[in-house]
């Protein structure tokens, strides 16, 4: 057991670097062949939370664990809003002037309500995963459209988020370190999270949505404590809108696209209405000013301990 947690925690770190590694490299190249820094930012802010999930996700697909990549990316969605905003916020309230985010709060709840409407007859079909898809697509489209309407000051915070170094060598050799990265540390994560689950007494779905889902987001944690820190609101509030919905269209989608994805019913009566849930927390939170306030990433982190709690009491009693 001590060995495996180990080694998982050694891919969690791996993750982390791998992830930030790619976007900063890919970042310097778009730069690099002449695309706005402001346009790089929009995209790291969008992705930044999303690349490590996106990394153990592919693998747990690759060796026949979608469970485990099923529970992770919709746990990891719980976790980003409940935890993420909810910690960030207690160390500095979030506050945006972002109008993006308020379109990005409804594309959540939307989203969501559309993977708990596909999989209510037990399975999320291929043409259905490609309608998520679809969605993930025209999301992208609305990111840059509605990005230049932006103002100077949220373009000025983004375009500093995403400013990096543009040369060639360097960002390839970025992306390269990055893909090894990625991908000793998925495979650490995916072969070592089921030991640790079996010995807390855990199936495949509840170890992605609690062990692997709560363990990448701490480094997110930290992440967005310290841009909360700096009054980088937009970014903190940007990176889980956006991580959410990456999680939704473009990995749920993805998974069901390629092969249709087969829901436990346990799944569709608790974890994804809790995600639901979660999501419909957040349009009160943010409606009007589109700030998180201390006591509001008070209600967020009180309405996920209850849900971990409930969680563990569910996996203990069964």
Avoid at 293 to 309: D, P, T
Wanted: some cysteine; glycine content about 12%.
């Amino acid at each position: 057991m001590a060995s495996a947690v180990g080694m998982f925690a050694l891919g969690i770190f791996l993750l982390l670097l791998g992830g930030d590694s790619v976007l900063r490299g890919a970042s310097g190249l778009a730069q690099r062949f002449g695309v706005s820094p402001f346009s790089a930012g929009l995209l790291l802010v969008g992705f930044a939370f999303s690349i490590p999930e996106l990394a153990v996700n592919s693998y747990a697909m690759a060796v026949g664990q979608p469970d485990l990549a099923l529970g992770n990316a919709i746990g990891s969605n719980i976790v980003n809003i409940g935890l993420t905003l909810g910690v960030a916020a207690l160390v500095a309230p979030l506050l945006a002037s972002m109008r993006l985010l308020a379109v990005e709060v409804v594309l959540v709840l939307v989203s969501t309500g559309a993977v708990l409407l596909f999989g209510l007859d037990g399975v999320i079909a291929r043409w259905e995963g490609a309608l998520l898809l679809l969605g993930f697509v025209g999301f992208l489209v609305l990111l840059f459209r509605r990005g230049r309407e932006e103002s100077a000051a949220v373009q000025q915070e983004l375009t500093a988020h995403a400013t990096t170094g543009s040369n060639l060598v360097q960002n390839l050799v970025r992306l390269a370190m990055a893909g090894a990265m990625l991908y000793f540390g998925s495979r650490l994560v995916v072969q070592q999270a089921p030991v640790i689950g079996l010995a807390l007494g855990m199936g495949s779905m509840l170890t992605g949505l609690l062990v692997v889902a709560i363990s990448t987001a701490l480094p997110e944690v930290a992440i967005a404590c310290l841009a909360a820190a700096k009054g980088q609101g937009n970014v903190v509030l940007g990176s889980v809108l956006g991580a959410c919905l990456f999680n939704l269209l473009l990995v749920v989608g993805g998974m069901a696209a390629w092969s249709p994805l087969a829901l436990p019913e346990s799944f569709l009566r608790l974890e994804l209405p809790a995600a639901m849930a979660f999501a419909l927390l957040l349009y009160p939170v943010l409606a009007g000013d589109l700030d998180i306030r201390r006591r509001e990433g008070a209600l967020l982190v009180l309405a996920f301990a209850a849900w971990l709690a409930f969680e563990l009491y569910v996996s203990l009693a069964g």
